[in-house]
């Protein structure tokens, strides 16, 4: 160490030579690794290499506003509020190896937010909550008000242009042509906390973080409305590692902390990444999965749900979500879309049984206690099984022949 830097003083030729080398070594991974597709065919965490120069040169919790703004979006092909169906992602991969990943794929702003025919019932149930329980679902610390505001300004840029048959844009703000509801974001005070007027634009929760001063990821800002399994209470302020070490996380440390922890502080405003998750409830509750406990409980999971219910109370809940820095205040914005469907339903695809009642198998230990599969495996494999030989029966798929049909659909 100590002849390193004496060589560095004595030679500012060689200084110059090494940083460059550095740098360039740094944009080759970056630029390979763009091209790369992981093992579960995503591929993998854009990083930009100016956000990599960015990132070590700003000082933590310190973020200059950078002049970005993503393209306006075009209007989603045909979007209809009562006909667009929700996307049918599956992100299930056959077995037999499970991997714990952040499955990072590259996102296209144009596709940020998600609404389909369904929108309606996600608004109803938001606003209901929003009316009765709003002060625990949303909410934003003062260091993140400019964040939340900012975020509140790009969906009113967004969403008239990629929604037009539900929202305009005014002077003031935004309106939703279908809910009859308008929104003036420029008054002072604001009519509602911003992530309660967030929360009623759109189906997705939101979670905003926000960089402090030891350069640790903090959630700052929520509207998570429609959470299942957690509470905005109980994660708000805490870092990135509290957040998912309190979640009891499969494979945190080991495989997703450092990884997600140099995410946060690199991801540049005009990166997007998405990922996609899932998870089985014995319960029809969109916004909270009774079967764990009630939401007001200090101590629930999944050792107090019932065991065996029957098939037609499983239900398939998975989560598609977005990264993305917002340019002028440095927040990191999550967006959290779920898609809620009966598990009869979704046996219906081509595929589908098969596929995830492979993936189930393949849960290990630690996976399959997180996701709480003691109390529904045995009746959920018995059925898919079932679906699946019937598949195959019927002709409608073929024996083996699935693997055509590629993550996350
Ligand atoms: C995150 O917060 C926890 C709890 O306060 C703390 O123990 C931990 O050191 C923090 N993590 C980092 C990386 O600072």
Redesign the pocket.
């Given at each position: 160490m100590k002849s390193t830097t004496v060589m560095f003083e004595e030679d500012p030729i060689l200084i110059c030579l090494v940083v460059a080398l550095l740098l360039a070594s740094i944009l080759i991974r970056n630029y390979s690794s763009r091209s790369d597709v992981q093992e579960d065919g995503t591929s993998p965490v854009p990083s930009s290499p100016k956000a990599q120069v960015s990132a070590s040169k700003r000082n933590p919790g310190q973020w200059i506003p950078i002049d970005f703004k993503a393209p306006d979006p075009p209007p989603y092909p045909d979007w209809d509020v009562k006909l667009t169906k929700p996307l049918p992602y599956r992100p299930f991969k056959h077995g037999p190896t499970y991997f714990v990943n952040m499955g990072l794929r590259k996102g296209n702003f144009d596709d940020w937010i998600e609404l389909d025919n369904e929108y309606l019932k996600f608004h109803a149930i938001k606003k209901e909550r929003i009316e009765t329980r709003g002060d625990k679902l949303c909410k934003t610390a003062p260091e993140a008000l400019d964040a939340a505001i900012e975020l509140l300004e790009i969906l009113c840029d967004y969403l008239p242009t990629r929604y037009p048959s539900m929202f305009t844009r005014t002077s003031v703000g935004i309106d939703n042509t279908v809910t009859n509801e308008r929104f003036n974001i420029v008054q002072r005070p604001l009519a509602e906390e911003p992530m309660k007027t967030i929360g009623r634009l759109i189906q997705d929760d939101i979670a905003i973080m926000v960089e402090g001063s030891?350069g640790?990821s903090y959630l700052k800002s929520g509207s998570i409305i429609l959470p299942g399994f957690w509470k905005l209470e109980e994660k708000f302020d805490?870092?990135l590692?509290?957040i998912h070490t309190s979640g009891n996380v499969p494979q945190f440390r080991e495989k997703l902390e450092k990884g997600m922890?140099n995410f946060f502080k690199r991801v540049m405003p005009d990166d997007m990444v998405i990922r996609h998750n899932y998870f089985m409830q014995v319960d029809d509750g969109l916004a909270w999965s009774h079967s764990i406990g009630p939401e007001d409980a200090s101590n629930v999971g999944w050792f107090t749900a019932e065991r065996d219910k029957v098939v037609e109370n499983h239900w398939f809940r998975t989560e598609r979500q977005t990264l993305r820095r917002l340019p002028r205040s440095g927040g990191v914005v999550f967006t959290i879309r779920t898609y809620f469907h009966p598990v009869v339903d979704v046996a219906k695809e081509p595929y589908v049984p098969g596929r995830l009642a492979s993936a189930i198998r393949s849960w290990g230990d630690d996976v399959a206690k997180y996701k709480g599969s003691e109390k529904y495996k045995t009746v959920l494999l018995k059925f898919l099984d079932q679906e699946n030989q019937r598949q195959i029966d019927s002709g409608l798929i073929s024996e083996g022949g699935q693997s055509h049909l590629k993550y996350p659909y």
């Open positions: 030891d640790q805490m870092n590692s509290e922890v």
